[in-house]
């Protein structure tokens, strides 16, 4: 065992567990001649079923008793009522039947798509316990574009990749078609996800060339049977650095007509190509404002190049404009004012929180404020800034937090999930045998995936199936294993950035704390900009007061959060600005109750060794001992951020350590001095 099959590892079950899988999997009836995707859902659900029970059902014209039938309206029995108009193009039922005399189970859906999310469903059932006997489910993803974002350059570097090389291999490709591209399709397509952009939102101007589409046409060649389309990242300046333009100003004829030729060249070569992803103005990246031109001229030149064909263009949000006096209010204020001004088939790509992907941050205040364009959230499933592949940090929570976030912006259904018609995850992938960098981390891809089909699912309730998929079925190691990652955001966030604290970690890499520094390129870019300590206080003064940060929010959510005493704790630091001594829920003082979320943090992790350590017995060797030099890598930072942010923050405030702290080990100096030169960064 090496992770490599994630939860899609198909071993054999308890014994009575095989009986029941194999009473209801005997034989596979399907339509013939099946289609790729068709055939793909076949071959899925034989290797499953062989895997769990040691038998692999045989393909029958006719069903017999214990049947696992895959139906579409053209195939499904007479007579049986099924909710075809609820299902979409993506959506599946499973439901078990008896038919002249004869008990079966009916994957149902419209399309081949449908049949294969559907078997995977089964499978999934099959593997967590479900009764297969009288299965009655129903599935259909309430979010159009559910898309992993690759940040992977083509030399096979990976922008905050923590799991080897980019699984990629441009250099090869397109004659060398790497086994691993299937498996990857296999694993997203469990999972729903139906679209994939192969390079980084840094993009080389490069990936849009013959040699270069060519090998992304062999990657969608393996992904179409899965329902994954090929997207790309664009460059915005492409029309200068490839087709020789004096300009790549969107309202020029001739750079409109390079890239309606380069769209058309595209499609030539990947007939369901999804569209570009363009990060543009933004970090050095080129884009319409070079030419005195809006992020909305800019998107609807790619869109206007697109649309013949039905593609899209996701244009990211994630920009530095105009200077507000507040990085997180740049992303509003530069977008939300173009509401209205995009072509239809613009989505405008908006990360989770304002600044960018910490332990905690409140929800964006976009979603819910461009009622007339679509809107894609953008989540970070590679930990940037929490720890790296090596923390154990399930991001199922953070993502659920998100998803069913209030906007207020409308008297109902207005969560962030109920505002958006796309989520992308930027990916963790990589070529590292467990594919992630740790076990661990291909729960948060799973986490992704499962979430983006269904915002609806508990974060618990996932990890759940992805133990028992991952690990093991024994019901014990599976509650305390669902236990242990529940509690694993929460520990990230009290050891690294407690209530509300953002943006404290070293520059560049991002790698551990260092909340002293002040001295970057940009202002905005130092954590002191971000936490604001003095002898004063702490945290960001967002309020009327401040920045006004609040007023970006729906009006309810402005009034309340101008309050410390109706902010969420979890935020305090975010919007305001305390003095030390301020009171808490806790009746602690401010002081006091920010070293106590240290502690607890540090605390925590301490409980996540033990219940590993507790479910040894349950777990192949080869992977527990993995995950447990992690974790005490793990243990050891989280006593360092601890540490260095306690000394650092008493030395700003210059309060005594409440009684009973135990002081940090080293001294402030010895954190600050600390250099990692070699960590995993921007790649490239
Ligand atoms: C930041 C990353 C940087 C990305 C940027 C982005 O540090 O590497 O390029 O976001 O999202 O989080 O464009």
Known sequence: EDGYDVWLRYRPLPAAAQARVWAQARSLVHAEPASPTLQAAVAELKRGVAGLTGHEPKVARQPTAGALMLVTPATAPAGVALPWGE??????????LTLQGRAVTLIAACTDRGLLYGSFAWLRAAQTGADLAALNQQSTPKVALRLLNHWDNLDRTVERGYAGASIWDWWKLPDLVDARYTDYARANASLGVNGTVLNNVNAKAESLTAPFLAKAAAVANVLRPYGIKVWLSARFSAPKDLGGLPTADPLDPAVRAWWKAKADEIYRAIPDFGGFLV????????????????HADGANLLAEA????????MWRAFVYAPDTGDRAMQGYAEFQPLDGRFAPNVIVQVKNGAVDFQPREPFHPLFGAMPKTPLALELQITKEYLGFSTHLV?????????????????????????????I????????????????????????FGRLAWDADLSAEAVAREWVQQTFTTAPGAVRTLTALMATSREAVVDYMTPLGLHHLMGTGHHHGPAPWVNDLERADWNPTYFHRAGRDGIGFDRTPTGSNAVAQYAPEWAARLSRPESTPED????????????RMASGRTLWAELIARYDRGEARVAEMRAQWAAVRADIDPARHAEVAAYLAVQAAEARWWRDACVAYFQS???LPLPAGTRPPERTLQAYKALRFNFAPGRGG
């Open 87 to 96: 299902l979409g193009a993506e959506g599946y039922a499973l439901r078990s």
């Open 279 to 294: 990060k543009a103005n933004s970090e050095g990246q080129p884009g319409p404002q070079d030419y005195g031109r809006t």
């Open 306 to 313: 697109l649309r013949p064909h039905g593609g899209q263009v």
């Open 394 to 422: 399930y991001l199922g929570p953070l993502f659920e937090e998100v998803l069913r976030a209030d906007t207020r912006r409308q008297p109902q259904g207005a969560t962030v999930a109920q505002q958006v018609t796309a």
């Open 424 to 447: 992308a995850g930027v990916a963790n992938i990589g070529t590292d045998r467990s594919w992630c960098g740790s076990q661990f981390d291909c729960a948060n891809w799973y986490a």
């Open 571 to 582: 935020w305090l630091l975010w919007f305001h600005h305390l003095p030390w001594d301020h």
């Open 652 to 654: 700003v405030s210059g």
